[in-house]
């Protein structure tokens, strides 16, 4: 039994380290489906900029701005926090009529992320910049952000967007969250208090990573996917991953994948709410909280404040919910179960989904937190 428990826990390990985002060209690729952290991204501007202008208020002249975006994964979403900070600097800066700092950026993710394409499109990046910007120096730092990635004292600003919701590894103590592939109405009590345990040491150890890497009166900006109320078997939760677990129940039923393989199975990954992320900030103490605020976005990418002409379709909704969800993470889901089952388990998901979605609209919850380095 033990051998099991050890062979189950390095499986688990095993599907963290090789998380990523789908870099597939086609259409459930990530670069595809990520419409729903663009919007993301878009409703954040405001607290960017802000940052941004708070850093070169305190620290101007700066010589050289050192940013990083932590999860940066692939695709157009890769640049845009550096183009909006370009922005602010350049506008801030001829209004000031000071001379442009230059600009370092860091863009962090798994060694497994496909960095390739990132760096292919950084000419075309910069083409697009066009001269009245300042000079901007574009690196790629591979590793996991749940460890050291940057030099002490050495970063003036950190940015990540709804990447933090992923565990540094699968909670231990799942053995009785049996049919479920996530937290859910049936789990027992043990499992949500792993899952939260998991959370507060993670999120907790990011906080004092950054802190010693970021210089005294830094910003950090970070967006995480989250629930909007205590209860950690509410529906913005856990609704997404139950639909999972239902779609891989309906392989079960077919023969195609072993029900022990779906008992042994949990998703690294954990949606907390406000009240948890405000207290692990305060307890861990390196930073000041300056705003936390909760924005919602429908499941499905193309419904969205930025198109009123949206109407509800039930199997493309199901379908533009199922390439998203398998964009972030069919890496880790191969891990476990055969490739070849993945096609037809997101064809019973995107069913599934917009079975759900046609009789209820159910929300993501994203919460943003912006603060300052003590």
Known sequence: MQKLHEIKQAMAMASVNVLCMNPRDKDISYANNSSIQKNMLLKTRSFLEDAIKDILSKFMPVTCMKVADLGCALGPNAFFPTNEILDTITRISQQSHRELPELQVFLNDLPQNDFNTVFRSVPDFKKDMGDLRGPCFIA????????????????????????????????????????????????????????????????????????????????????????????????????????????????????????????????????????????????????????????????????????????????????????????????ILATQFQEIIIDELFTRYAQHVGEHLSHEKTKAIIIVILMTMK
Not at 164 to 185: A, D
Not at 204 to 226: Q, V
Not at 232 to 253: E, G, I, Q, Y
Request: a negative charge; one cysteine or more; charged letters at 25%.
């Open 140 to 331: 790629g730092v591979p590793g996991s952000f749940y460890e050291r990635i940057f030099p002490s004292r050495s970063m003036h600003f950190i940015h990540s967007s709804t990447s933090l919701q992923w565990l540094s590894k699968v909670p231990k103590g799942l053995e009785n969250n049996k049919g479920n592939i996530y937290m859910s109405k049936s789990s027992s009590s043990d499992v949500f208090k792993a899952y939260s345990e998991q959370f507060q040491m993670d999120f907790s150890n990011f906080l004092r990573l950054r802190s010693k890497e970021m210089i005294d009166g830094g910003r950090m900006l970070l967006s995480l996917m989250g629930r909007s109320i205590t209860d950690p078997a509410s529906k913005d939760c856990c609704s997404l991953w139950d639909l999972l677990t239902k779609s891989f129940l309906d392989l079960v039923a077919k023969g195609l994948v072993q029900e022990s393989d779906v008992d042994s199975f949990n998703i690294p990954y954990y949606n907390p709410c406000r009240e948890e992320v405000i207290e692990i900030i305060e307890n861990e103490g390196s930073f000041n909280l300056d705003k936390i605020e909760i924005f919602e976005e429908n499941w499905d990418s193309e419904d969205n404040d930025y198109n009123p002409n949206f109407i509800f379709e039930k199997n493309k909704s199901g379908q533009n919910v199922a390439k998203t969800i398998r964009a972030v993470s069919e890496s």
